[in-house]
């Protein structure tokens, strides 16, 4: 799940917190390169608090200034493999549930918020 | 620098050399187009090494096949003056088993003409076996014709021989990527609605995207996925979000239940390449930085089949909730499950022109942008392409176009020259574009489903003329016709 370039809400309250998920793990090749790449992109707390709230307690508490290549597979599993099939996503300043079905994120605004 | 007969699909014409230019900036090879006129069923090009042939029938879906060129000329005596002065790049298959092939572009060849063709390449010389099967080399001559339609045997047989150019060279390889759109067949797919994508033009957008290992292509109008399948093919990461999820999931309802475009990315092998699919408004969307998109391909949708639509209500009707509505039993309306937040039509001017500024953000420097944009042929103009500071539109002679008669469809292909993120779109509406404004111009797709549905009338002769058709810059010219009232006319 790409988790930290999509959680995000209106009002900048960041990361969503997760609840009630069903986790799978799906193997996928690895790309070490293309992870290293994204590193700059990356919330590093927000991702490592997120992965915690998943189980996940493989990521080092600060962003590694040299990556071994366990980390980054480490990495590479956090935000290739574990995907949320089902569950929620709450909003930390609004709290606006987002579910997910079937691996699919409803992230679309309820009425009241679109204008604000 | 080795010359190369490409023999070439004569369909998408317009996205052919787009295509190939694409092909060569993935794989980092220079290309250049000798044909005078590209656009015929030959295509010679000069390229470094044989390598990028390769590339090339691997990638293309258009290039049926590739050989080195040795000779040609405008007849056949020509052709086999230049050929006796270069015999010396026959000296490596002197001993190979060979064959020869005659084929015609546009034309199919009389078979008994094959062998005296054949044969006048005698002085060749080579000295290797005569292999029909599996020969080590294959020599190829191309006769290419201009189109002509000749139904007739007898009309077959009379222009035989009537060739504008004829060409001879060694056979490098046959196009992989021609049987891709086939493979990827819409009809054949685990899953696709109504709104998909044609396979072939679906590679033939992939293309523009430069899709390789590694990188990300985000559609923003999902959709079915169409435009996904042929980008993961190449092995970039693909994401997609769309305001409707349903079109992602399909029927099948269920918590064990792949989505659909799941199901058809792995009928292709590629689902580990899809990253995630998501429903929201892009409008209003959860992107939290810009900067990290390799390319973003999209067919928005423009109204004839699914119209394109974001949050909010349509003016006129409802006013937008600013509170929640809480049912008398206490429930808010909005947390109860199949809630679908209201939403207005997103007119295709404003749309477009907010997807170059969504792609000028999301894009890392260099990356591309690619979408069709509908439009009626009679309003066409230069201008019709948003222009954004940071993104620059890459044509080739007059653009890439799928002409439908009164209207077509153009591929647009846009790069991030801009090297910062620069701050996000605010997706609000664009004034230029509001009739109220009374707009000089409106491009070619403003209203475009409205025009579909009313069989294009013309906007000059429409009863009531926007006002973007009266020409700004011209004085109304003033006819008088004797005995009659002034009348006005423009030009």
Redesign the interface.
């Known amino acids: ?2 988790i ?7 009002k900048d309250n ?1 990361p969503l917190s997760f609840s009630e998920v069903e986790l799978v793990i ?4 690895e ?1 070490l ?2 992870i290293q ?2 590193l700059p ?1 990356l ?1 590093w707390s927000a991702l490592v608090d997120t992965a915690r709230s998943l189980g996940d307690e493989s990521l080092p508490e600060q962003m590694p200034d040299q990556w071994t290549d366990d980390q980054l597979k480490a990495l590479h599993h956090v935000l ?1 493999e574990l995907h949320v099939e ?1 569950g929620n996503m709450t909003c930390r300043g609004c709290g606006h ?1 987002y ?1 997910i ?12 918020e ?3 | 620098m080795p010359q190369y007969i490409l023999r070439i699909s004569l369909e998408h014409k317009s996205f052919r050399i787009p295509s190939l230019l694409s092909i060569s900036q993935v794989f980092n090879f220079p290309i250049r187009f000798i044909s005078k006129d590209k656009y015929r069923g030959i295509l010679i090009v000069e390229l470094e090494k044989e390598e990028d042939v390769h590339h090339i029938l691997e990638r293309d879906t258009l290039v049926l096949s590739a050989s080195e060129l040795y000779a040609e000329g405008k007849t056949y005596s020509e052709l086999h003056d230049q050929m006796r002065g270069n015999l010396r790049v026959l000296a490596p298959y002197e001993y190979a088993s060979f064959k020869f092939t005659l084929e015609g572009a546009n034309h199919r060849v009389v078979e008994s003409r094959t062998t005296e063709t054949v044969e006048s390449f005698a002085y060749t010389d080579l000295k290797g076996k005569i292999q029909m099967k599996d020969p080590e080399v294959e020599f190829v001559i191309y006769e290419d014709y201009d189109f002509e339609i000749a139904h007739t045997s007898e009309a077959r047989y009379k222009r035989d021989g009537k060739f504008q150019h004829v060409y001879f060279g060694r056979r490098v390889g046959f196009g992989k990527g021609r049987l891709l759109p086939t493979k990827h067949d819409v009809k054949a797919r685990a899953y696709y609605g109504n709104t998909s994508m044609d396979s072939h033009m679906g590679f033939l957008m992939a293309g523009q995207a430069l899709p390789a ?2 990188k990300i292509v985000y559609d923003p109008f999902v959709g079915t996925g169409s435009m996904l399948y042929a980008s993961a093919h190449w092995g970039a ?1 693909v ?1 997609g979000s769309d ?1 409707d ?1 349903r079109q ?2 399909g029927k099948s309802k269920g ?1 064990e ?3 659909g475009i ?1 199901r058809a990315a792995a009928q292709y092998g590629t689902e ?1 390449l899809f ?7 892009v409008t ?6 810009g ?2 998109v390799d390319a973003i391909i999209t067919d928005p949708p423009y109204g004839v089949r699914a119209g394109a639509k974001r ?3 349509k003016e006129g009707g409802k006013p ?6 809480m049912f008398p039993d206490g429930r808010y309306s ?2 109860l ?1 199949g ?4 939403s207005r039509p997103y007119e295709l001017a404003n749309l477009t022109l907010d997807l170059v500024q969504l792609a000028r953000w999301l894009l890392v420097p260099g990356g591309r942008l690619v979408f069709f944009l509908p439009t009626v042929n009679e309003d066409y103009q230069e201008v019709d392409v948003p222009v954004v500071e940071g993104m620059k539109e890459l044509k080739v002679d007059e653009g890439s176009v799928q002409d439908f008669g009164k209207w077509g469809r153009r591929l647009i292909t846009m790069e991030k020259t801009a090297q910062d993120d620069g701050p996000p779109p605010t997706f609000e509406d664009h004034e230029e574009f509001d009739l109220r404004n009374q707009p000089e111009h409106l491009p070619g797709h403003h209203g475009f489903r409205e025009r579909y549905a009313t069989g294009f009338s013309s906007r000059k002769k429409s009863e009531n003329p926007s006002p973007a058709n009266t020409p700004p810059s011209l004085e109304p010219v003033v006819s008088v016709t004797p005995g009659s009232k002034v009348q006005y006319q423009h030009i």
């Open positions: 799940m790409y930290v370039n999509v959680e995000n809400c209106t960041f799906r193997p996928a090749p790309n390169e293309f790449r994204f992109k919330d290739m089902e549930v579910p079905s079937n691996g699919i994120p409803n992230m679309l605004l309820a009425e009241h679109v204008g604000r | 290992p590694g990461y994401m305001i999820g992602i999931r918590k239940v792949k989505p799941l580990d990253l995630d699919c998501l429903t929201y408004d209003k969307s959860p992107i939290r930085r900067g990290w949050l909010g209500r937008l909730r600013d509170e929640p509505y909005h947390q499950p809630y679908l937040p209201p």
